[in-house]
């Protein structure tokens, strides 16, 4: 039979109905009770009486004082900026990169060689074949050494002095192309002894517009990948400078517009976007070229001032300490100094105006009021207020708070502020940084720093974005380059990479210089850096990767 689980579980424990629990014993001089009884030893148990508070007459209870709680002022929380971050576009060299672009850039050259000594050649040919008392096999041992750049004095004997001359004078040139191609593939080509090489090459172009047009631009790039080379192989990439002041600049065709390089050494690479384009040497404001408003001048002093939002504000706009009363209690407050005084009570101040102007009082309500002191005057208060304008020319939001109000100002945007107190507004630098400043009235204008941090600046001390079609040099014509080839290519790397101003707006006229876009198509290929995987040995000819 089952045993019921139940049952057992239900009556465990229970005693039966029909037992009595048992007795227990307790003596009587054991036996307590709390009922407020007394105790003794015999069988009697007496009560106990409590006695009873009695009140005194014509005293009665007084109900407890109630107490009004204080007022308690809720902590005013600073607000805190949101953070800045600018799109800087900026490559990281490495100098794998660097060393195959000089390699390219050697190669590049070599081909300018033989732009220049290829019509030379020609007609050392044709002067060759056209010795007078020269047997035939001589010519063509002559012609042999003229295609491989091999000395021909030897072989010429005199017998015809005028073509024997100029033979040697080709000869000579040859060698003289060779040499300074050396010196550019070392980054150390004499720009004065390239730019006299053009007179020298005029007679094997002259009415060939192609020919010319190859030879200017031929001696041009031994000029820039000369310069190129030289910066390349000063590169310190271990640095880690990036000035986005003022620098020296190149403008190269293989980096997207805007994107930035450093080379570590004072030289940027700033991309012009145009892959068919040349190079540019000269100097510009880094950040302007990579298409932000550039800090020119000092940016407005950084500040400790809390925001007021309430109360009274006195400051002293003069050149001299004033001494002054507020409620009866003496001040002095320096030039450019304020005093803040709290809200909730009625301010008088008094003070002296100066010389026989006798003495000025004022009760002040709320609101920022300045000591001034107009010529032949004296000394005033005077109440003001603020409106300052913010600008933001830049392709980023600009996050600050104005007063503990967070705000944004997107780009190519402006906002004014108003108030009846100093406007002291924090923002991040775009590094992690807070800045706060104190502004009274005026346009400021949000600008990239030489540091590269964002900073604000009064309007006078900003230059603003540039679009990098507008700062490239003019070209050279042939023409122009053959006529004056010294001062042609001494400007290639004297340009000023920045717009002419027209009224308040940045101009599009351009730099007295030159560049080579469009003049040189070779160049098309430089700074084209290999992409991940590609043969860092290519040639000039085949440079078309396109950017990582």
Do not use: C
């Not at 039979?1 to 139940?6: D, F, H, L, W």
């Not at 490495?94 to 050649?121: F, G, I, M």
């Not at 050494?145 to 091999?150: H, K, L, S, V």
């Not at 004014?416 to 009274?440: A, C, M, S, W, Y």
């Amino acid at each position: 039979m089952t045993p019921n689980i139940g049952n057992i579980i239900t009556d465990f424990g229970k005693l039966p109905r029909n037992v009595d629990p048992p007795s227990r014993y307790y003596p009587n001089d054991r036996y307590y009770d709390n009922r407020n009884y007394g105790y003794s030893r015999g069988n009697t148990v007496t009560k106990s009486t409590v006695p009873k508070n009695t009140v005194p007459p014509n005293n009665p209870v007084k109900p407890a004082k109630q107490v009004a709680t204080k007022p308690n002022l809720v902590p005013k929380r600073p607000v805190q900026p949101l953070k800045n971050a600018p799109p800087f576009n900026v490559l990281q060299l490495t100098y794998h990169v660097l060393s195959a672009e000089v390699d390219s850039l050697q190669d590049e050259n070599e081909d300018y060689a033989d732009t220049l000594k290829n019509p030379v050649k020609e007609q050392a040919l044709k002067d060759a074949d056209a010795l007078v008392g020269y047997d035939q096999a001589t010519k063509d041992e002559i012609k042999r050494r003229i295609e491989n750049e091999q000395p021909i004095d030897d072989l010429l004997t005199g017998l015809d002095p005028v073509t024997e001359a100029k033979l040697k004078e080709d000869a000579d040139l040859i060698k003289q192309i060779n040499e300074l191609t050396k010196n550019a593939n070392d980054g150390k080509v004499d720009i004065d002894k390239l730019a006299d090489l053009a007179p020298k090459v005029i007679p094997f172009v002259a009415g060939n517009a192609q020919q010319e047009k190859d030879a200017a631009a031929a001696i041009l790039g031994l000029a820039i990948n000369s310069q190129s080379i030289a910066s390349l192989q000063d590169a310190d990439l271990n640095s880690g400078v990036i000035p986005w002041g003022d620098a020296d600049v190149i403008l190269v065709g293989g980096l997207a517009e805007g994107q930035i390089a450093s080379l570590g050494n004072g030289t940027m690479l700033v991309g012009t976007g145009n892959p068919n384009g040349g190079s540019s040497f000269g100097t510009g404001n880094v950040a302007q070229l990579a298409g932000y408003t550039a800090g020119i001048g000092d940016p407005v002093p950084d500040s400790d001032a809390q925001p007021v939002t309430d109360g009274v504000v006195l400051m002293n706009a003069g050149e001299t300490a004033v001494n002054y009363t507020v409620n009866g209690h003496q001040f002095t407050i320096e030039p450019g100094y304020r005093q803040t005084l709290p809200a909730g009570k009625t301010w008088t101040v008094t003070f002296d105006r100066g010389g026989s102007f006798g003495t000025a009082k004022y009760g002040l309500s709320e609101g920022t009021y300045e000591f001034t002191a107009p010529e032949d005057k004296g000394w005033e208060l005077f109440k003001r207020s603020f409106k300052a304008t913010i600008g933001n020319d830049n392709p980023f939001t600009f996050h600050y708070v104005v007063n503990n109000q967070q705000q944004s100002l997107a780009a190519d945007q402006k906002q004014e502020h108003t108030g009846d107190f100093p406007l002291v507004i924090l923002f991040d630098d775009g590094r992690g940084n807070e800045q706060r400043k104190r502004l009274t009235s005026g346009v400021y204008r949000v600008a990239v720093s030489p540091e590269g941090a964002i900073d604000l600046y009064e309007e006078d001390d900003v230059a603003p974005p540039v679009k990098i079609a507008d700062v490239i040099p003019a070209d050279p014509t042939p023409k122009e380059f053959f006529e004056d080839p010294k001062k042609v290519t001494e400007r290639l790397f004297t340009s000023r990479f920045t717009p002419e101003p027209d009224g308040d707006k940045p101009g599009v006229s351009r730099p007295d210089g030159f560049h080579l876009l469009g003049f040189a198509p070779a160049l098309a290929g430089f700074f084209f850096w290999p992409t991940a995987g590609e043969d860092s040995n290519h040639s000039a000819a085949s440079r078309t990767a396109t950017q990582k």
